[in-house]
């Protein structure tokens, strides 16, 4: 399984790395707190982020565990930390920000599917989990929870300079150069300077010096000590941490519309959730959604579950007989997705 986070151990405190999109596609949060709490209590800790967000609950997780560490932490903006990964680096005691990274906080968000009840559910949490997240910007930023608020409706970026006047950061340094391996198009205000700068450096083809330099200082003082920090207190293998972003392909021609690919993001959940509710397989949807499943893999997957599904008739309870002209239901499942489709 992969995981976004490494936790090192260095000379004189520990080097976490968050380089990829939090949680929802690798390790949970519960790996990071394990090996986070196996650190000596009042080890200064820098974290480095270059990270999409992820999971706003592994995120708030890991926010109140960097809030607990006795020791010092330093939070490095390395790129991007966007959504859940600008909530983590609100616990830092000091947040640093080269001149031309970028900070981004916004609403959370949550795909649900049933009732009106489900759907009022879902509202009541996400106001929830909002106000938690207002409270910790509002706490390092000190500004208000309603200009908090305010700025996470309206997905706010920050340039580095921007952040500091806002209370968002501490320090800015020199400029890095950014690269990320998560498209940032799923976005809806990701700043055009900011596209073009992660456009720029996939042209380039050369590996990120946001945090390279660091990463390997860390690794290499962990061989020179003959350890690693690791929840069960064994060696942790240099394959498994995670490296600084990859860079994206170039581009084919301009850069995506952020608004289109939204779009066509929902278009795409609404056809699966369709799909699955006249073939009787609501309860499919999400999975289709998770695996990121195309109509046509939704289509056939649905009709073999049909086909292999076998007709609950109680001995008691006789069904009616079969019209000689109708049509199998195979049949008519095919014509509807068809149409749908």
């Not at 608020?149 to 706010?156: G, I, K, N, Y």
């Not at 990701?190 to 390279?212: C, F, K, N, S, Y």
Request: aromatic share 6%.
């Amino acid at each position: 399984m992969a995981s976004w986070y490494a936790i090192r151990a260095r000379g004189t405190g520990a080097e976490v790395a968050i380089y990829d999109e939090i949680g929802a596609y690798g390790v949970s949060a519960r790996g990071f707190l394990a090996e986070l709490g196996a650190l000596p209590e009042g080890t200064p800790v820098d974290l480095r982020l270059n990270s999409p967000g992820g999971s706003v609950f592994d995120a708030v997780a890991i926010h109140n565990a960097l809030k607990r560490h006795e020791g010092p932490v330093t939070v490095w903006i390395d790129g991007i930390a966007a959504s859940a990964a600008s909530y983590i680096a609100m616990a830092g005691d000091e947040i640093v920000m080269p001149e031309n990274a970028f900070l981004m906080i916004h609403d959370p968000a949550g795909l649900v599917m049933g009732t009106a009840e489900d759907m009022r559910a879902m509202a009541e949490a996400l106001d929830k989990v909002k106000g938690s997240l207002v409270a910790g910007y509002a706490a390092k930023s000190g500004r208000t929870a309603e200009e908090v608020s305010a700025l996470m409706a309206a997905e706010t970026w920050f340039d580095a300079g921007d952040a500091v006047a806002q209370g968002f950061a501490d320090r800015l340094i020199e400029p890095v150069r950014i690269a990320a391996n998560f498209d940032i198009g799923r976005f809806r205000n990701a700043p055009p300077v900011l596209v073009e700068a992660v456009e720029a450096e996939a042209d380039t083809g050369e590996q990120t010096d946001a945090a390279a330099p660091e990463v390997s200082e860390a690794t290499d003082e962990a061989a020179e000590d003959g350890q690693a920090v690791d929840a069960e207190g064994d060696e942790a293998s240099a394959p498994d941490a995670p490296q600084p972003p990859a860079e994206t392909p170039p581009p084919s021609g301009a850069p995506p519309d952020p608004a289109v690919i939204r779009a066509e993001a929902i278009g795409h959940a609404r056809d699966v959730i369709d799909l699955c509710r006249l073939a009787g397989q609501a309860q499919m949807a999400g999975r289709f959604l998770e695996e990121d499943a195309s109509l046509d893999e939704v289509r056939t997957v649905l009709l073999a579950a049909r086909a292999e599904a076998e007709p609950e008739i109680a001995p008691h309870h006789p069904q009616p007989g079969r019209s000689s002209a109708a049509r199998p239901w195979g049949e008519i499942v095919a014509r509807t997705f068809k149409l749908k489709g």
